[in-house]
């Protein structure tokens, strides 16, 4: 038996793409065949999933994608109180996959039929026992041995012949080939015939129009072109407060994030958690860089150590946010590469509540007075509720902002992750974060415009969010 491996994914591929394996069997056209794809833990033998497939109509290969098991797989990390780097274990997930086949236990005999004892043996290595139900196939229908045609017993059976109930006196021509097999369609199983070992699903969706460019040695963190696990903009503009945790591939031991600001200052941070993928500080408010009054802008990228102050990734570029704040929200978000960047809302916000309660009318009970009068007290309850809910949500408003940022924001709208930080205070010396809260939020705006500079010069937007706990109400 043989097969061909048609073709697989990358070796680190996102997960929310398709994931093929596609494989090819010389036994494709048996009876009963079946691929098999079992998928293991990478590097263990803990098998998470086992696929048992068809060959495909037109040219018989067996395909599976892999994706939607490995969503299931993979999540996101985030520690907002993270100043430096930690590791992404969640981000990511090692997966073997092994190609295996089965089909229909089929015995070619093409030695001719022996007497045994006055029944029928025939001569070929197999796996029967005595008292197995056999069909036998003959290359010419059964027309010269009609009786061996059919279901048969087994009734003596060794590794390398089996003989059948058929008396050896009806067969005519002993030299005719045959076929035999299991009458219950029994199947032969072979598995791990061929292995895509060591591959990564990361959590990742890349648009339609990209996906089919992908290249994963692009995140080879190597030269000034690697890229960071990141849609962010290589240019962003940030206020003080403004946090971002931005991933990186398989950083090496001695590998570092450099920051330069635009007063020469340097800065560096040593990644020490070696994960397959890493997860860096990088925000205007969470770098450890002091931001002071003279800063405009500062630079980030990765440097793998092998040379001091080599470019090993993209630079990017923060331009410090000092535009007038009338209120001090951010909403960081999970994006479509698995990092966590964040958008600034300055301008004025509103908060409302939205208050839900179940009302129902139970019967006044009253009681009788010294008069024999029934009656009742005016404080009682007809009316009654129950089930109070208080939910909150906010009304954001964003500076202007550059038409890269206005493309970015469209995965801060279609993110399943968010979260709020409120600044309550920032040390007017050194810039940095003093006071502020981290919550979970939805996001209820449900359309939004995508903005183009050459038709509309200034860009802001407006978003709606809940809070995604709700307030307890005592009764």
């Given at each position: 038996m043989s097969q061909t491996s048609i073709a697989s994914p990358q070796q680190f591929s996102p997960a929310y793409n398709p994931l093929k394996f596609i494989v090819d069997s010389t036994n494709k056209n048996k009876a009963g065949f079946r691929y098999i794809f079992d998928i293991y833990e990478g590097g263990t033998t803990n098998k998470i999933a086992e696929y048992k497939v068809l060959p495909r109509i037109i040219d018989g290969y067996g395909e599976q994608d892999m994706s939607k098991l490995l969503q299931a797989k993979v999540s996101w990390d985030l520690d907002t109180s993270s100043t430096t780097s930690i590791g992404a274990p969640n981000s990511s997930y090692e997966y073997d996959v092994k190609v295996g086949e089965e089909y229909v236990a089929e015995f070619t005999y093409t030695s001719s039929l022996t007497d045994s004892s006055g029944n029928v043996r025939i001569n070929v290595t197999n796996t029967f026992q005595i008292g197995d139900q056999v069909i036998i196939t003959q290359a010419d229908g059964g027309v010269a041995n009609p009786q061996l045609e059919g279901l048969h017993t087994v009734i003596d059976a060794t590794g390398s012949a089996f003989t059948v109930n058929v008396a050896w006196s009806t067969i005519t021509t002993a030299t005719i080939d045959g076929v035999v097999r299991y009458a219950d369609n029994r199947k032969v199983i072979f598995r791990d015939i061929t292995e895509f070992d060591a591959n990564i699903a990361y959590n990742g969706a890349f648009r339609w129009m990209d996906w089919s460019t992908y290249d994963e040695t692009d995140f080879t963190l190597n030269q000034p072109s690697a890229l960071w696990l990141t849609n962010q903009p290589t240019t962003f503009y940030m206020t003080p407060g403004q946090d971002a945790w931005l991933n990186l591939r398989k950083p090496q031991a001695t590998s570092t994030v450099r920051f330069e600001t635009s007063l020469g200052g340097t800065f560096s941070k040593t990644i020490t958690a070696l994960n397959e993928i890493a997860q860096v500080a990088v925000g205007a408010g969470n770098n450890g860089v002091f931001l002071t009054d003279g800063i405009d802008w500062y630079d980030f990228w990765f440097d793998n150590g092998s040379t001091l102050s080599q470019q090993d990734s993209v630079k990017y570029r923060v331009y410090i946010d000092r535009r007038t704040l009338m209120e001090q929200y951010h909403i960081v978000f999970l994006d479509r590469l698995g990092s966590y960047s964040s958008f600034a809302f300055q301008l004025k916000s509103y908060e409302r509540g939205d208050v839900t309660r179940e009302v129902f009318n139970r019967k006044v009970e009253g009681f009788v007075n010294g008069s024999d009068h029934w009656t009742y007290n005016t404080e009682d309850f007809g009316f009654n509720q129950l089930n109070v809910n208080a939910v909150k949500s906010l009304d954001l408003n964003s500076d202007w902002m550059t038409q890269d940022m206005a493309t970015y924001f469209e995965e801060l709208m279609t993110s399943p992750q968010t979260f709020i930080k409120?600044?309550?205070?920032?040390?007017?010396?050194?810039?940095?974060?003093?006071?502020?809260?981290?919550?979970?939020?939805?996001?209820?705006?449900?359309?939004y415009e995508v903005f183009k500079q050459r038709n509309k010069n200034l860009i802001r937007q407006n978003i709606n969010v809940r809070f995604a706990n709700q307030d307890n109400i005592n009764g």
């Open positions: 409120k600044v309550s205070y920032i040390c007017s010396d050194t810039l940095q974060v003093v006071e502020s809260t981290y919550q979970p939020v939805i996001l209820n705006t449900n359309s």
